[in-house]
């Protein structure tokens, strides 16, 4: 049975003869014909601000004045209005840039031809419709992961600031020297994984410094507030050291009960010597450090130190200045002997028996017929 013949012309034969009767025969091409998509895609919520190439940009409709609203053109379809922290200039954040991991071109809005002439030429987004055409999405893609290479090219403000605290944490515990940073191999290397990275790399030792230092000033502001949020006292022990060079250090450090229990030991500080090692020199150092903490007498716990007498004298110069209702009593109670020490002490006084100092020799212990001759 052969199959009927329609009657009346397919709605592919009618599109075919009418644009043939109005317009010439199109020339033929080896790219798709475009077909337009009826809405543009959905994105995610952009961010608050970001940072590229070290400028702050913060979304306009966060600062804006309440009778402030979006433009009717379809280009804020598929981007919004950041300002330039720099310049407070408006500028244009592409939405399409983001989800294909390119670098944001942040055009400054002064018309909307730079704008459509971006998202027609990049993401093939007709500029009059403001529709996206699917039949060059597979070139666009292969266009944004050459563009992204597989990265994104700019960080939110959270990642630069992560990145510049595990920087610093990589070179004060591997002692990193700061013109380290400045190689061009290591630059090379930081390039492979990330291009972006290089646009918050400092590109001088000086500004490693400054890095490090406010490091250090924000963590020594941490530890004094969790110092004064302590749940016991504080105690304090310190220890005398010459250096090769030769310079005398002293450290000093702390041992408290933190809010969550834990029971914390941090070093408050090394300080040069200078002058005759005192009790009072040592006190007064120790002291000055212990101000700089705002640790009050009230806080204050126990000294845990070496047997030198001159500890004993630089606990009691720092108790009399921090505790003065304290009487003398009170202070040699807060005094504690290192337990090390008094270890150590104790074994040599069992090994030499009765032996005065200069008659003891380490090697006769190792023959006990001349040590006991000798006791």
């Known amino acids: 049975m052969e199959p009927s013949t329609p009657t009346s012309p397919s709605p592919s034969n009618i599109i075919r003869l009418d644009l043939t009767s109005l317009t010439p025969s199109p020339i033929p091409t080896s790219s798709p014909t475009p077909i337009l998509s009826p809405t543009p895609i959905q994105y995610h919520e952009s961010p608050d601000e970001f940072v590229q190439g070290g400028i702050t940009y913060v979304k306009r409709a966060i600062i804006a004045r309440k009778d402030f609203r979006q433009g009717t053109s379809h280009i804020w379809k598929y981007g919004l209005q950041y300002i330039r922290d720099s310049d407070?200039?408006?500028?244009?954040?592409?939405?399409?840039?983001?989800?294909?991991?390119?670098?944001?071109?942040?055009?400054?809005?002064?018309?909307?031809?730079?704008?459509?002439?971006?998202?027609?030429?990049?993401?093939?987004?007709?500029?009059?419709?403001?529709?996206?055409?699917?039949?060059?999405?597979?070139?666009?893609?292969?266009?944004?992961?050459?563009?992204?290479?597989?990265?994104?090219?700019?960080?939110?403000?959270?990642?630069?600031?992560?990145?510049?605290?595990?920087?610093?944490?990589?070179?004060?515990?591997?002692?990193?020297?700061?013109?380290?940073?400045?190689?061009?191999?290591?630059?090379?290397?930081?390039?492979?994984?990330?291009?972006?990275?290089?646009?918050?790399?400092?590109?001088?030792?000086?500004?490693?410094?400054?890095?490090?230092?406010?490091?250090?000033?924000?963590?020594?502001?941490?530890?004094?507030?969790?110092?004064?949020?302590?749940?016991?006292?504080?105690?304090?022990?310190?220890?005398?050291?010459?250096?090769?060079?030769?310079?005398?250090?002293?450290?000093?450090v702390a041992m408290w009960i933190d809010t969550t229990g834990m029971r914390r030991v941090t070093a408050l500080g090394m300080r040069r010597i200078y002058g005759e090692h005192t009790g009072e020199n040592l006190g007064s150092v120790v002291l000055e450090l212990l101000e700089e903490y705002d640790i009050s007498g009230d806080q204050i716990g126990y000294f845990m130190l070496d047997n030198a007498s001159a500890n004993d004298t630089a606990v009691e110069f720092i108790l009399k200045d921090l505790c003065p209702w304290m009487k003398s009593k009170q202070r040699r109670h807060r005094r504690l002997r290192c337990l090390g020490h008094v270890i150590n002490l104790c074994c040599q006084a069992f090994l030499m028996g009765r032996l005065r100092n200069n008659q003891f020799n380490p090697v006769t212990l190792l023959d006990p017929l001349t040590y006991l001759g000798r006791a």
């Open 88 to 252: 407070k200039k408006e500028v244009y954040y592409c939405h399409e840039c983001r989800v294909g991991k390119s670098k944001q071109e942040l055009f400054v809005i002064n018309g909307t031809s730079r704008i459509r002439n971006h998202l027609e030429q990049k993401h093939q987004i007709d500029p009059q419709s403001g529709i996206k055409r699917k039949g060059s999405v597979r070139k666009s893609i292969i266009d944004q992961q050459k563009d992204g290479a597989a990265s994104s090219i700019f960080f939110w403000k959270e990642s630069v600031e992560k990145f510049k605290e595990l920087l610093i944490r990589w070179i004060v515990y591997c002692h990193i020297a700061f013109f380290q940073l400045e190689n061009q191999y290591f630059r090379e290397l930081l390039l492979f994984l990330n291009p972006a990275l290089l646009n918050h790399l400092p590109k001088a030792a000086k500004t490693i410094r400054s890095w490090v230092m406010n490091a250090f000033i924000s963590k020594k502001q941490q530890l004094r507030e969790d110092l004064h949020h302590s749940r016991s006292r504080i105690s304090i022990s310190f220890d005398l050291w010459t250096s090769p060079n030769p310079y005398a250090i002293l450290g000093v």
